[in-house]
């Protein structure tokens, strides 16, 4: 009997494990509209809409519209069962919805998982009643609860069978100097998954040698800007690419040193000559964390052009659109 009361005590802790850990993971999910249906949704009805799946989205399992990052989506698709005009006065629009919503991945357009309910609106108009149906989709609804729940169950348990996978890939990109892309695959695995720590200390080393291989490239740029001119234009010109480079680069000591070579040539008294410097980072500063943040941009603007050719059926709605 105590060994039946300890084996349950076990599976409960498991299952309450994992609900904590579903509900403390960000997940990288998007809202997003299908480009092509049988009855597109206006404009003004598409902000309706995407605003609503927002607050699903934050009031639920954790979730996060995450901005440039679309490796999952939450779509919504909707079928009119019912609409009428009450003869007033005053007159009014009814509205019965039926509202069905996917989770998939972007990549193969994989459903993880997917819910359908109806909901009713009233309005003075075919807009305010289908935006009143909308907003009776609760965020605080256990079906909803439970449906967002089960989908990040599902993500993470993608991110765990497939994140050496993504690492692997990461790897495989650094070699060829695809650094972007490189970054864009690590910085969407989730802190609660595999390879977490280990995609963390890869960002930082795939982008210690991106930011090297562009202090290179700038270093060159200017080294033949002032090599053809070695007047005060090409001083100015070659001086101000010197300041892009980044403090961390390897090409700092050669960029300092071409710099001061500029200056003298020029004048230190010339006025742009003796407040130019080269780049420097507050000491106060976190690097690592800087160097976390700045990846995290560069993966995210690569992710941002990529979207289309990745998920060309859909169309992601970010925040503010």
């Known amino acids: 009997?105590?060994?039946?009361?300890?084996?349950?005590?076990?599976?409960?802790?498991?299952?309450?494990?994992?609900?904590?850990?579903?509900?403390?993971?960000?997940?990288?999910?998007?809202?997003?509209?299908?480009?092509?249906?049988?009855?597109?949704l206006p404009i003004a009805q598409q902000r309706v809409v995407a605003n609503k799946l927002r607050q699903l989205l934050s009031a639920t399992s954790g979730a996060t519209g995450t901005v440039g990052f679309h490796s999952f989506a939450l779509v919504p698709?909707?079928?009119?069962?019912?609409?009428?005009?009450?003869?007033?006065?005053?007159?009014?629009?009814?509205?019965?919805?039926q509202l069905s919503m996917q989770v998939l991945n972007t990549a193969d357009g994989v459903v993880f998982e997917a819910y359908t309910t109806q909901l009713d609106g009233v309005g003075n108009s075919e807009y305010q009643a289908f935006s009143d149906a909308v907003k009776r989709l609760a965020p605080k609804n256990k079906d909803i609860i439970s449906f967002m729940t089960r989908a990040q169950r599902k993500m993470i348990?993608?991110?765990?069978?497939?994140?050496?996978r993504m690492l692997t890939k990461a790897r495989a990109l650094e070699q060829t100097r695809q650094y972007d892309e490189a970054l864009s695959q690590l910085c969407i695995i989730p802190s609660c998954c595999n390879g977490y720590d280990e995609a963390q200390q890869l960002i930082v080393d795939i982008w210690q040698k991106r930011v090297n291989l562009e202090g290179q490239r700038i270093l060159q740029k200017a080294k033949a800007i002032w090599a053809a001119g070695q007047d005060m234009e090409s001083a100015q010109r070659a001086a101000m690419l010197l300041t892009e480079i980044d403090p961390e680069s390897s090409s700092i000591p050669a960029a300092t040193e071409l710099l001061a070579e500029i200056k003298q040539k020029v004048g230190e008294e010339n006025d742009w000559a003796r407040n130019l410097e080269m780049k420097k980072?507050?000491?106060?500063?976190?690097?690592?964390?800087?160097?976390?943040?700045?990846?995290?941009?560069?993966?995210?603007?690569?992710?941002?052009?990529?979207?289309?050719?990745?998920?060309?059926?859909?169309?992601?709605?970010?925040?503010g659109e």
Do not use: H, W
């Not at 698709?77 to 919805?97: A, C, F, H, M």
């Not at 976190?286 to 289309?308: I, P, S, T």
């Open 1 to 40: 009997m105590k060994k039946t009361k300890k084996l349950l005590l076990l599976v409960v802790s498991c299952m309450m494990a994992v609900a904590v850990q579903a509900q403390d993971c960000v997940m990288p999910i998007a809202v997003a509209l299908k480009s092509a249906t049988a009855q597109p």
């Open 77 to 97: 698709d909707y079928e009119v069962l019912n609409k009428s005009v009450t003869p007033g006065p005053p007159r009014k629009t009814v509205y019965q919805l």
């Open 157 to 164: 348990d993608y991110y765990n069978n497939n994140a050496e």
């Open 281 to 319: 980072y507050d000491d106060s500063l976190d690097m690592e964390q800087r160097r976390l943040e700045a990846a995290r941009e560069v993966a995210v603007a690569f992710a941002e052009n990529q979207k289309e050719e990745q998920a060309p059926n859909l169309v992601f709605v970010e925040q």
